[in-house]
């Protein structure tokens, strides 16, 4: 029996250091667009607000993995 395996695709994250909460400043690893406008959130902030905010947004972007990558 032959095995091939092939390497796993990299990740690619849409949110760099760039992108700041919208709450505190610190980096974004949420994005959440709600009435066409896209809000940014800090692991913290994203998390606060999550239960209100699915409520009302069209899309939901969470790369808070990355931080238990880190470690």
């Given at each position: 029996m032959n095995?091939?395996?092939t390497p796993a695709?990299?990740?690619v994250f849409?949110?760099?250091a760039m992108d700041r909460c919208d709450s505190c400043g610190a980096?974004?690893?949420i994005a959440a667009e709600v009435n066409g406008s896209e809000l940014?959130?800090?692991a913290h902030h994203?998390?606060?607000y999550e239960a209100k905010l699915?409520?009302?947004a069209?899309?939901?972007h969470d790369e808070t993995a990355r931080l238990a990558e880190a470690n």
């Open positions: 095995t091939t395996l695709e990299p990740t849409r949110l760099t980096q974004a690893y940014l959130f800090c994203g998390r606060k699915r409520e009302v069209t899309s939901w």
